[in-house]
């Protein structure tokens, strides 16, 4: 027969969750618990392009900008603000701009760098091209940057993921597995790894939730690893209302020339953002019901002519049928009790704390043929 310990530990892995069996006292010569790598799990996710005032590796070494693009006057330059990046990014560049003309300019929209910014990044190692458009929501007569003539502006263009989705990691709910009152040979079998359980009381098992999920690395470039050229390609509009400075209105098209740097491996660590909502009564007496069911359904020992088989469900409608306790500040007492006349009966009570974990308390099963 397997020992309890060995039955708890397996329900862990399997399930996903911390299993902590009731306090056993410490095996002489036993080796110490093994302790698991975390493994790394890669992360598909959107990319998205945002503008920034300052820059988001101020003290890394950069390579050089790029040859200057210049359209009737505006001159614009980007670079890259490492000289490699991680392969799950993000990708940063200084952009400046500048006005050679004589007289000043009027640029809409240059804290979105334009009308829908283009950076193209071409992979020359494995020519993958990766193009990434700025979308941003463009307020109705938003008023114009003014570059004065000989003046520059400096922007800082960010390319980070922002959409995760996880690849099917499952979570399952807590899966108690409460060991049954023992019978004398049991407790004598496994004196040596856990305590006898008290005559008379059911023996508690503790389960958790998952406090150390897989690590993910973060989504990767799709331009992949290896040497890169990038390009910006930039528009410029005049905007809606904007006749009385229409002839300093800079409108037309720019390019940058070119500029190379690397993608390197992705750097493990980053974990996609998770938004954890407040634990609700509902969900207490979900997780509660789960545990609750293969508590029962563990206790139940059928007997031969006696006692039959028990199927389906042991709780029905649970959430109209529980009994609720609010314990203040640490979580909810959840316990259903049956007691027909004829058929099967119990008894189960459930602590629930804010955070999902349960500890099946009490669970008693029978039968009745009358």
């Not at 560049?93 to 829908?116: C, D, M, W």
């Not at 989504?219 to 528009?235: I, Y």
């Not at 704390?353 to 500890?359: C, D, K, P, V, Y």
């Amino acid at each position: 027969m397997k020992t309890f310990a060995a039955i708890v530990l397996m329900a862990g892995l399997a399930a996903g969750a911390d299993v902590v069996a009731p306090r056993q006292a410490p095996v002489k010569g036993a080796p110490p618990p093994r302790i698991g790598r975390p493994i790394q799990v890669p992360v598909q996710a959107t990319f998205r392009m945002k503008v920034e005032t300052k820059p988001r590796f101020p003290k890394a070494a950069r390579p050089a900008a790029s040859q200057p693009g210049e359209t009737k006057g505006l001159v614009v330059t980007i670079q890259p603000e490492k000289k490699e990046f991680a392969g799950n990014g993000p990708l940063a560049f200084e952009v400046v701009f500048e006005n050679k003309s004589k007289k000043p300019i009027l640029l809409h929209g240059l804290e979105h760098l334009g009308v829908g910014p283009k950076l193209v990044v071409a992979n020359l190692t494995n020519t993958n091209q990766w193009t990434v458009t700025g979308k941003f929501k463009q307020a109705k007569n938003q008023p114009a940057v003014k570059l004065a003539a000989g003046e520059k502006k400096k922007y800082t263009l960010v390319v980070e993921a922002t959409r995760f989705i996880r690849p099917p990691v499952p979570i399952p709910l807590p899966r108690p597995l409460p060991r049954p009152f023992p019978a004398r040979g049991d407790v004598k079998a496994d004196r040596a790894v856990a305590a006898p359980p008290v005559r008379g009381k059911p023996v508690q098992i503790q389960i958790l939730p998952r406090r150390r999920p897989p690590v993910f690395i973060g989504a990767l470039l799709p331009c992949g690893q290896g040497k890169c050229r990038v390009r910006l390609l930039l528009e410029f509009k005049q905007a809606a209302g904007g006749k009385k400075n229409a002839a300093a209105t800079w409108v037309g098209r720019v390019a940058t020339g070119t500029v190379d740097f690397t993608v390197g491996k992705p750097v493990p660590g980053v974990v996609p953002p998770i938004v954890v909502r407040p634990f609700t009564k509902e969900q207490a007496i979900g997780v509660a019901r789960t545990a609750a069911e293969r508590a029962l359904q563990a206790n139940y020992k059928p007997v031969a002519g006696i006692r039959p088989a028990h199927k389906g469900v042991w709780i029905s409608d649970p959430q109209k049928s529980a009994g609720v306790k609010v314990k203040q500040g640490s979580g909810w007492t959840v316990s259903w009790t049956s007691f027909p006349k004829a058929g099967f009966s119990y008894n189960v009570t459930v602590d629930v704390n804010t955070g999902g974990g349960a500890i099946v308390r009490e669970v008693f099963t029978g039968f009745s043929g009358k």
